[in-house]
Nanobody
Framework: QVQLVESGGGLVQAGGSLRLSCAAS?????????VAWFRQALGKEREFVAA????????YYADSVKGRFTISRDNAKNTVFLQMNSLKPEDTAIYYC???????????????????WGQGTQVTVSS
C-alpha cells in the first residue's frame, strides 16, 4: 500500500501562485510508477491535471494547465509537487494526488488508472 498526503492548498487571488505537495509513505514507488494530480470542482467530474513517470521524469499535462502548471519530484523524499502559476478562478477545485505502480505504455488520464489517492487539498482562486 502507498499512502499519499497532500498539502499546500489555500486561497489565492487570480494571477497568483501556489505549490502543492504530495508525500508518499508505505510501500512507495516502483520503477514503473506514475504519479498524477487530478482536480474536482464543485458539481463537476474529477479531471486529470498532470502526471509524471517516476523513473524517467517525463511529464504530461492537461491542455487547460499547460504552460502554467509544473509537476516535479524530490526522489529522496518520495514527494511530488505541483507548481501552479497564473492561477485563474476556474482552477478552483479540490486537488488530489494519485499514484499507480502498474506498468502502462500510455499514462492514464482517467481515475481508474490509479490505485492510490490522497485525501485532497482545497485550492480557491478569487477573481
Amino acid at each position: 500500500q502507498v499512502q499519499l498526503v497532500e498539502s499546500g492548498g489555500g486561497l489565492v487571488q487570480a494571477g497568483g501562485s501556489l505549490r502543492l505537495s504530495c508525500a508518499a509513505s508505505g510501500r512507495t514507488y516502483t520503477t514503473s510508477a506514475i504519479v498524477a494530480w487530478f482536480r474536482q470542482a464543485l458539481g463537476k467530474e474529477r479531471e486529470f491535471v498532470a502526471a509524471m513517470r517516476w523513473n524517467s521524469g517525463n511529464t504530461y499535462y492537461a491542455d487547460s494547465v499547460k504552460g502554467r502548471f509544473t509537476i516535479s519530484r524530490d526522489n529522496a523524499k518520495n514527494t511530488v509537487f505541483l507548481q501552479m502559476n497564473s492561477l485563474k478562478p476556474e482552477d478552483t477545485a479540490i486537488y488530489y494526488c494519485a499514484a499507480s505502480n502498474n506498468i502502462y505504455n500510455i499514462v492514464p488520464r482517467r481515475q481508474a488508472g490509479y490505485d492510490y489517492w490522497g485525501q485532497g487539498t482545497q485550492v480557491t482562486v478569487s477573481s
